[in-house]
């Protein structure tokens, strides 16, 4: 089964309010990533949190990572109908180097 | 400037042909890699190539097979086309294996 599960798989929201969505994953993990895709377009990366960091911070995004409970939250502040989009986390595994395993996304909806 | 291109975007084509997407970054990136992405937005890598050395091959049909003329170009040639193949198509790069990943725009491929 794959690494990475996400929840919620859809989340709509009203502009202005914030949006969690969390990840979590089976094995150790060398380093844990989101990425966006809007419709129809290519990933975008937004952040990369290494094993040994407990958060990370991006303009409005801010993800942590709990390696004891295998798991990932990605908050988004303040949100935009611009931010409406599918968003992947991405986990690269111990022992496998480049082999980057996508979780299913959370489809998020910021409504004007 | 693109930093991740691939051509054609759209490919409509029937069962039994032979078809090639071509991919292109102009990063200076030692890794690439090819991934589908089916209808329902799962991604899943196909193959991983460093300095035009093949080091990830997933369990594939033999019918996909990756060519890399050079480090820039990762292109993905498809015999025998099925209806299972239709998907989105990615061609993603990285400077190294565990670091962020760039992603081309896709080319959806649909098979009739």
């Known amino acids: 089964s794959q690494q990475g599960e996400e929840d919620p798989q859809a989340l709509s929201i009203q502009e202005g309010e914030n949006a969690t969505m969390n990840c979590s994953y089976k094995t150790s993990i060398n380093n844990l990533q989101w990425y966006r895709q809007n419709s129809g377009r290519g990933l975008v990366h937004l952040i990369l949190i290494r094993s040994n960091e407990r958060e990370k911070h991006s303009g409005r995004l801010r993800v942590t990572l709990d390696t004891s409970k295998k798991s990932s939250s990605l908050l988004i502040t303040a949100s935009r109908a611009a931010d409406t989009a599918s968003y992947f986390c991405a986990t690269t595994l111990g022992t496998s180097g480049s082999r980057l395993t996508f979780g299913e996304g959370t489809q998020l909806t910021v409504n004007p | 400037d693109t930093a991740v291109s691939q051509t054609p975007k759209y490919l409509v084509t029937q069962m039994g042909n032979d078809k090639s997407i071509k991919c292109e970054q102009n990063?200076?990136?030692?890794?690439m890699y090819w991934y589908k992405q089916d209808s329902k937005k799962f991604l899943k890598i196909m193959f991983s190539y460093n300095n035009k050395e093949l080091i990830i091959n997933e369990t594939v049909p033999n019918r996909f097979s990756p060519k890399s003329p050079d480090k820039a170009h990762l292109n993905l040639h498809i015999n025998s086309l099925e209806l299972g193949d239709s998907a989105v198509y990615f061609c993603?790069?990285?400077?190294?294996?565990?670091?962020?990943?760039?992603f081309g725009p896709g080319t959806r491929l649909t098979v009739t």
């Open positions: 990063l200076g990136h030692d890794t």
């Open positions: 993603a790069s990285s400077q190294r294996g565990d670091y962020e990943q760039y």
